[in-house]
């Protein structure tokens, strides 16, 4: 998958809200060789590449200084608008090995949840990764169908991997797994002990009461 997006360096002493007013997102790239880099983005174009990308897809960056091979590390997004405001990208170096959580996709139908009445329960929703950027998945798909019994677990260890990526999350954790309802236990109705003894102890007494002659 080639993503690429295009970008322009910026003053940093440029003023973000004007930028963003003209439809632009601001942001910088940086890596473990690459000196900080302020730069600016079109907003469109950025929110596509962000939706097919994520944070674990290689972007292409298009640069007037030449092509940055980098992965989107952090977007702060306006709590109210919702919109980006500003985006972190970490650059690459050739043949640097990187960590990243890749989301997983959950699809296919369990048998347990269909006929069983169990519950799917979700335990995670992204896991580690280490690899060469190039071999890095955009998610993994996790098939349900697995879980055929109420016991049935899947296990981060069960996760295919791409050649050239390993696991770095626990191989022992759990991704997902089925739940069962408790019945709630039914409790006895209280009973007023002091009420029973008032009706018997009258109906001794009115049977003590001699008959009329």
């Given at each position: 998958m080639n993503i690429t997006l295009k970008g322009e360096t910026r003053d940093p002493k440029s003023k973000l809200a004007a930028l963003r007013a003209e439809g632009f997102v601001p942001g910088v790239y940086y890596g473990h060789?690459?000196?900080?880099?302020?730069?600016?983005?079109?907003?469109?174009?950025?929110?596509?590449?962000?939706?097919?990308?994520?944070?674990?897809?290689?972007?292409?960056?298009?640069m007037p200084k030449g092509k940055v091979s980098a992965l989107i590390h952090e977007v702060q997004v306006d709590p109210v608008k919702g919109q980006p405001i500003h985006v972190d990208f970490y650059a690459l170096e050739k043949g640097q090995e990187v960590s990243v959580h890749i989301p997983l996709e959950f699809t296919g139908v369990s048998v347990a949840v269909k006929d069983l009445g169990g519950s799917l329960v979700k335990v995670l929703h992204e896991v580690e990764v280490k690899g060469q950027p190039e071999n890095l998945p955009h998610n993994f798909v996790i098939d349900i169908s697995a879980l055929e019994t109420l016991e049935s677990q899947i296990l981060a260890e069960s996760i295919i991997l791409p050649k050239g990526i390993t696991l770095v999350t626990h191989g022992a954790d759990v991704v997902a797994a089925i739940a069962v309802a408790k019945d709630e236990p039914i409790e006895a109705p209280v009973m007023d002990l002091s009420a029973i003894e008032v009706e018997k102890k009258g109906k001794k007494e009115e049977e003590e009461v001699p008959a009329a002659e």
């Open positions: 060789k690459e000196v900080a880099t302020p730069c600016v983005f079109p907003m469109v174009a950025f929110k596509k590449v962000w939706k097919s990308a994520g944070e674990s897809t290689v972007v292409t960056l298009e």
